[in-house]
């Protein structure tokens, strides 16, 4: 298994000359996540001045009933919508690693998730590892992070194995394969995030455009991750 700053540098490689349609790629989600946070911001100034005027009002009722269910419904949409694009991405990316594909169209392969086969298999798939996170994160938040990277490959097994015998394997059976795989590369897979924090506070500095660069570059450098795994 190559080293992070090798998975880098392989992904800074593939993405040479493909820097165009890969930034192309990212204008979808990257719009959609900024249009977000804004109507999120929007929305939470009401809350806020209802709260300098009636503090026991909110203390109470309020926010101990519409906030958590309401706060919990829209992120679990907003990471179901997330994936959708994430997977997208990092499907192409490793079709280019694999040789499968050498030109990137943008405004097509960023919706390939959504499209049949794969539309429903990535709904169940991030249904299930959802529920297993948290149940694991309700022991302790270490199992639940260890157990979100030990799943972390069951979409890239799906597709693969989808791609390349035409069968569509079990779900239960890809996040079984996706741990498996992982076994002893969790750790690495976990430094491989925290290389890119300085990175995401730039991006957070640009109001959120730098993610159209950084987007492609994490992703590509992740799909290098899943390329390079022993199997």
């Given at each position: 298994?190559?080293?992070?700053?090798?998975?880098?540098?392989?992904?800074?490689?593939?993405?040479?000359?493909?820097?165009?349609?890969?930034?192309?790629?990212?204008?979808?989600?990257?719009?959609?996540?900024?249009?977000?946070?804004?109507?999120?911001?929007?929305?939470?100034?009401?809350?806020?001045?209802?709260?300098?005027?009636?503090?026991?009002?909110?203390?109470?009722?309020?926010?101990?009933?519409?906030?958590?269910s309401g706060g919990s419904g829209g992120g679990f949409v907003s990471g179901l919508i997330g994936t959708y694009f994430t997977v997208a991405i990092g499907w192409t990316f490793l079709d280019v690693f694999r040789g499968r594909k050498v030109m990137i169209e943008p405004f097509r392969d960023i919706f390939?998730?959504?499209?049949?086969?794969?539309?429903?298999?990535?709904?169940?798939?991030?249904?299930?590892?959802?529920?297993?996170?948290?149940?694991?994160?309700?022991?302790?938040?270490?199992?639940?992070?260890?157990?979100?990277?030990?799943?972390?490959?069951?979409?890239?097994?799906?597709?693969?194995?989808?791609?390349?015998?035409?069968?569509?394997?079990?779900?239960?059976?890809?996040?079984?394969?996706?741990?498996?795989?992982?076994?002893?590369?969790?750790?690495?897979?976990?430094?491989?995030?925290?290389?890119?924090?300085?990175?995401?506070?730039?991006?957070?500095?640009?109001?959120?455009?730098?993610?159209?660069?950084?987007?492609?570059?994490?992703?590509?450098?992740?799909?290098?991750?899943?390329?390079?795994?022993?199997?």
């Amino acid at each position: 298994m190559k080293t992070n700053a090798e998975l880098k540098m392989e992904a800074k490689q593939m993405l040479q000359g493909r820097w165009k349609e890969s930034v192309l790629m990212c204008v979808i989600p990257t719009l959609i996540a900024i249009l977000s946070v804004i109507v999120i911001a929007i929305l939470m100034i009401p809350v806020l001045v209802i709260t300098q005027d009636f503090p026991s009002y909110v203390d109470g009722s309020m926010t101990s009933t519409g906030d958590s269910s309401g706060g919990s419904g829209g992120g679990f949409v907003s990471g179901l919508i997330g994936t959708y694009f994430t997977v997208a991405i990092g499907w192409t990316f490793l079709d280019v690693f694999r040789g499968r594909k050498v030109m990137i169209e943008p405004f097509r392969d960023i919706f390939r998730s959504f499209r049949s086969p794969y539309a429903l298999s990535v709904l169940v798939v991030y249904l299930l590892t959802t529920i297993f996170t948290t149940l694991w994160s309700l022991l302790l938040v270490i199992p639940g992070i260890i157990k979100y990277y030990s799943y972390s490959q069951a979409y890239m097994i799906y597709y693969d194995t989808v791609e390349e015998t035409g069968e569509r394997p079990g779900y239960l059976d890809t996040i079984t394969a996706s741990r498996r795989l992982m076994d002893g590369y969790k750790g690495q897979l976990f430094l491989l995030d925290l290389s890119f924090i300085g990175w995401h506070l730039l991006a957070i500095a640009t109001l959120g455009i730098g993610y159209l660069w950084l987007t492609p570059y994490i992703e590509a450098t992740k799909a290098a991750f899943y390329n390079n795994l022993p199997k």
